[in-house]
Structures are given as structure tokens and as C-alpha cells.
């Protein structure tokens, strides 16, 4: 992610309010379609609906005469994404919708943990107790002994560690070719990735089911978009926090649209790991660095 240098941290948090709203929906409608499609098949769609999206990118795609290396490294991340994708996709049929945010903001701890292992980048004690809290964090949410810990939360668990995979690599290929080759190639090696699956378990959908799955792209989309418009406007230091707007959204969404019951303890292991993750974010713009993604561009 580009630092940003300009100073309208309202601006920023606006777009990042909007970037919220956007990924909610996402979830909303991924909720709302439930297991009638199988996991695999759903994603396989919001992607396969969501390459329109990607015709502008086709040129610069072409233009970008990637090397071998790159385009392995594109494949793997392709890959890594394509599993954390079905992992989430079936996480939401399986637990609330606010667990499932909550678990996601786990995703930016990994990668910094990724980043000490595989990087050479350098975890001082401060960020190394804010990792162990932001751990800490997601036991409140599991409560392992004391509640049922069900193959969802474990399949959330696989999301955040695949999609800080895809971020690393993501960081390695920034520097060599644009941003829309990224994002591009990304789109294109997880339809890829997702088709095998998809056809494994495919079932006939309906209409309706392609129409809210085509929501999906659009909102998804238009997510990432804000959540650049806000990067424009204002440092990850004021916007980052502002992501922890989406689990109050996802909690009030899911206990007025589905019935979920609102859970305290999720609410409170998410608030740890988001202070943890703002806590890293803030300590790498102090230090001048730019590995912690916003929790969003983890997103679908």
C-alpha cells in the first residue's frame, strides 16, 4: 500500500466508513445465499461475474511482458488466495457473521509475523507483544473448553494465515509491475484456481443466485476502490482504526437480519486484535515502514 501524504484524515475516514459498509454487504449477501450453493462454486462465481471488472486491465496486463518468476509468484498467491477464499466463503455458512469479521482482523497480524519469518523484517518486542495480544484476542472469540468450537472458526482461521500468504507476495511483485497488474492478475489466477473446485461440487443455480452473486463482485469491487480513495486522502494511521466500524456493522447485521445473537466476547476479542493491529500500523509509520496491510484489503 502507498503511504499517503496529504492531510484529510475526515476524507479518509469517510471513504474508509464507505469501504465498510461495501465489505458488509458482501458478507450480507454471501449470508443470505447460504450453503444452496456449495463454497467452492460460490466463490468460483462472484469471481467468474466479477471478470467485467477487468477489462480495463487487460492492456496494462499485456504490456507488463512479467518473467517466469513473476508469473510463479502470481500462481502462488493466486493459489493462497484461492483456498483462503473458499475458506471464507464456508466459514459464513457455518458461524455468525460477526465472528467471522471479527477472525479476519487476524490476517494482518500474520502477515507481520510472515514478514519477521520470511522477510528479514524486524519484529521488536513492542510488536511482538501486540502480535501476542492480538492472539490473545482471538481465544476471547474461540473461548476453546468453554464453547464449541466449530469447523467454521477453524476454516477462519485458514483464511487469515491464506490471505497474509497472498499479501507477502502481493508485497514482492509492488515494486516490479503496477498495481493494476496486481490486482489483475489476481483476479485471473483465482478464477483459475477456484474453476477445479467449483466443478467438483457444481449445482445448477438459479437466476436469483447468479444476481446476488454478481452483487458480490459489485460491492467487493467497489470496496477496494473507496479503500484506495481513502489511502489517497489520509496515512493507514487514521484509517485503520476506522475498520473496526465493520464488525459493529457486521454485529447489528447479523442480529437484525439473521437473528444471530450478540455475543460480547466477540466484540471484545475483536476490539483487542483491532487495537493490536492499529498498534503495529502506528509503530511501522513511526519507523518509516509499510508491511501491515488495513484489515480490508484482506477482504473477498
Not at 503511504?3 to 475516514?13: N, V
Not at 509468484?73 to 493462497?80: E, K, N, P, S
Not at 523484517?121 to 473448553?145: D, F, T
Not at 489476481?186 to 467449483?198: K, M, N, R
Amino acid at each position: 500500500m502507498t503511504r499517503s501524504t496529504s492531510s484529510q484524515p475526515l476524507t479518509g475516514i469517510f471513504w474508509m466508513v464507505v469501504t465498510g459498509f461495501n465489505f458488509v454487504a458482501v458478507t450480507a449477501i454471501v449470508k443470505h445465499v447460504g450453503d444452496e450453493v456449495p463454497a467452492a462454486q460460490a466463490a468460483f462465481l462472484r469471481y467468474i461475474l466479477g471478470l467485467v471488472f477487468l477489462i480495463p486491465m487487460i492492456k496494462p496486463i499485456l504490456a507488463a511482458h512479467m518473467t517466469r518468476r513473476q508469473l510463479r509468484l502470481f500462481c502462488l498467491r493466486g493459489l493462497a488466495h484461492t483456498i483462503a477464499v473458499i475458506l471464507w466463503f464456508f466459514a459464513m455458512t457455518r458461524i455468525p457473521i460477526a465472528e467471522v469479521t471479527a477472525m479476519n482482523y487476524l490476517s494482518p497480524i500474520y502477515v507481520t509475523l510472515g514478514a519477521a519469518l520470511f522477510m528479514e523484517e524486524k519484529l521488536p518486542p513492542r510488536r511482538l507483544i501486540a502480535v501476542i495480544v492480538a492472539l490473545l484476542g482471538a481465544l476471547i472469540i474461540l473461548r476453546p473448553g468453554i464453547k464449541a468450537v466449530d469447523i467454521g472458526h477453524i476454516a477462519m482461521l485458514g483464511t487469515a494465515v491464506g490471505f497474509a500468504a497472498g499479501y507477502l507476495i502481493a508485497k514482492q511483485l509492488s515494486g516490479e509491475v503496477s498495481p493494476i497488474v496486481v490486482v489483475g492478475m489476481l483476479s485471473i489466477t483465482v478464477t483459475i484456481g477456484l474453476a477445479p473446485f467449483a466443478a467438483a461440487v457444481w449445482v445448477t443455480p438459479t437466476l436469483a443466485q447468479l444476481g446476488w452473486l454478481f452483487l458480490v463482485a459489485c460491492f467487493a469491487t467497489a470496496g477496494h476502490y473507496t479503500m484506495t480513495l481513502a489511502f489517497a486522502a489520509a496515512p493507514l494511521t487514521v484509517t485503520q482504526p476506522v475498520t473496526f466500524l465493520q464488525l459493529v456493522w457486521a454485529v447489528l447485521l447479523g442480529y437484525f437480519a439473521f437473528a444471530e445473537e450478540i455475543d460480547g466476547w466477540v466484540i471484545l476479542g475483536g476490539a483487542i486484535i483491532m487495537a493490536s493491529v492499529s498498534f503495529i500500523t502506528w509503530r511501522e509509520a513511526v519507523a518509516r515502514r509499510n508491511v501491515t496491510p488495513v484489515v480490508s484489503a484482506t477482504k473477498v
